[in-house]
């Protein structure tokens, strides 16, 4: 939950500069909350989804849920060589919400769930403001891919600026919808 919370914030105040391709600075000042500032934002309400990620993002899909159509289907999404594969589900307009699933791979350490989630996260922007110039989901994450893996540095320098503890185990995900 505080991970949605972080991204949800940090991709919507550098959406510009991910897009523009602006990996030179430029992006918003205290780019990345703090846990006191998260702490402050969650909700632990029982019946209350603490986020709207739930609405949009399946993390841990079986890969017959993601790759319905097999082996060929597959193959298109290993396109990225990441330790994760993600699947898109374009909204029926041009503008919408569409849905994402992520599914991590064995052996995926922290480093390789926040690229995965940072991913997701991009995507997402790029479906709801309507920046969809391809009209099959592959090329959308191979393109939020590569803006991603761009940006993914400074976000990652954000982080231990932004008194988060980061290393071995810190970084968890959990499986169904987020």
């Not at 922290?110 to 479906?127: K, Q, V």
């Not at 309507?130 to 939020?144: F, H, M, N, P, R």
């Amino acid at each position: 939950h505080r991970l949605h919370l972080l991204l949800d914030d940090y991709v919507a105040k550098n959406y510009e500069n991910i897009v523009d391709g602006n990996t030179n600075g430029g992006f918003a000042e205290c780019d990345v909350l703090t846990p006191f500032e998260i702490a402050e934002r969650e909700s632990f309400l029982p019946v209350v989804s603490p986020d709207d990620s739930v609405n949009w993002l399946s993390v841990g899909a079986p890969l017959s849920s993601i790759c319905p159509d097999g082996m060929e289907e597959l193959d298109k999404m290993m396109v990225i060589s990441e330790k994760y594969i993600m699947k898109a589900h374009l909204p029926s307009s041009k503008v919408g919400n569409g849905t994402i699933q992520v599914t991590f791979f064995e052996g995926a350490n922290d480093t390789d769930l926040l690229r995965g989630m940072y991913h997701a996260y991009i995507t997402r922007f790029f479906m709801s403001r309507g920046d969809i110039e391809q009209s099959e989901s592959y090329a959308l994450v191979q393109k939020t891919h590569v803006l991603m893996d761009e940006h993914f540095p400074h976000f990652l320098d954000d982080l231990q600026g932004g008194e988060w503890q980061l290393g071995s185990g810190v970084v968890n995900v959990e499986c169904g919808s987020s």
